[in-house]
């Protein structure tokens, strides 16, 4: 199944007197990068969550925002007023910064301060933070599932674009090989004109050496490699959209390879036609490298 390294979902939990709301979203990246806004005040709630990320994403980078807050009122009110009002000078001094320099920021949300270290005295809050931890491991997995359901969404409609771009590749590789059918007579005429004014032109040439070169000249010109690899390449690209596994890199790299051969079906093509073709593929190729950028 083809995913899109784009997705977003978001969730709401509860457990004793806390509850949380947290939400996942992805842009493009070459790799897996996870960035993820947890309180610190929860032991070892990272080394947990970042694990299960890593199975459910291959690539794409990811960034995880939690928030949790308890709904006693006791454990609600206990602020450290040094750590708050720390938290409060360094964001004035952020803010002015960015003012200084033209830069807009979005205001900060109580709730951001909130996950601060220190602005919420640990020593007042419930030293045992376990079952939080594993409620939020054990409720990870159906935010995850509903990520990539949304990015499986997205994966579709880039397979469906990407199933027609190749199907234009194949097209357009199939026009190619009759044009150089077609090209082909008219090749063998223009070598036959150049021979006989040559021939005429040079007293004692080497007829051996005529044969070499228009033996080199019609190698030079050949492009029937190039479209047996172009049409291996439209098998493999739709060899790997039925792939289980990320493929995203692979058609990148295809990608390069079709490029590799439309740039060789020009230089070679000594043929209007063909050169018009060429160009055709080129675009198309292009098209489809966007469309790979966003394939996890």
């Known amino acids: 199944m083809t995913k899109s390294m784009t997705g977003f979902a978001a969730a709401t939990g509860q457990v ?36 299960l990320i890593q199975t459910a994403v291959a ?73 939080l931890r594993d409620a939020l491991a054990a409720a990870l997995p159906d935010l995850l599932s509903a990520f990539n359901e949304m990015r499986a969404v997205e994966g579709a409609a880039l397979e469906a674009v990407l199933r027609d771009q190749i199907d234009q590749i194949d097209s357009l590789t199939e026009a190619a090989a009759e044009a150089t059918a077609t090209r082909r007579d008219q090749m063998v005429a223009t070598l036959r004109d150049n021979l006989a004014r040559v021939l005429e032109n040079a007293e004692g040439a080497d007829p051996d050496r005529v044969a070499q070169e228009l033996a080199l000249i019609a190698v030079k010109t050949d492009v029937t490699e ?35 051969e439309a740039n060789t079906l020009c230089s070679k093509s000594q043929s209007a036609e063909l050169t018009r073709i060429g160009l055709d593929l080129k675009h198309v190729i292009d098209q489809m490298r966007e469309q790979v950028q966003n394939v996890e």
Not at 77 to 91: D, F, Q, R, V, W
Not at 93 to 107: D, N, T
């Open 226 to 260: 190039e479209l047996d690899r172009l049409r291996a390449h439209v098998k493999a690209a739709r060899d790997l959209l039925t792939a289980k596994s990320p493929v995203g890199r692979k058609l990148d790299f295809l990608t390069q390879e079709f490029n590799r």
């Open 16 to 51: 004793q007197s806390w509850s949380w709301a947290w939400d996942i979203r992805s842009v493009n990246a070459r790799g897996l990068d996870i960035r993820m806004r947890l309180p610190d005040w929860v032991e070892g709630l990272e080394p947990v969550l970042r694990p």
């Open 59 to 131: 690539r794409g980078s990811v960034s995880l925002a939690l928030k949790v807050q308890s709904e006693s009122m006791e454990a609600a009110g206990n602020i450290n007023p040094a750590a708050l009002e720390h938290a409060l000078s360094m964001l004035a001094a952020v803010e002015q910064a960015a003012q200084h320099r033209g830069i807009s920021l979005r205001p900060a949300a109580p709730g951001d301060l909130l996950m601060l270290r220190g602005v919420i005295d640990t020593a007042t809050v419930d030293a045992d933070t376990g079952p």
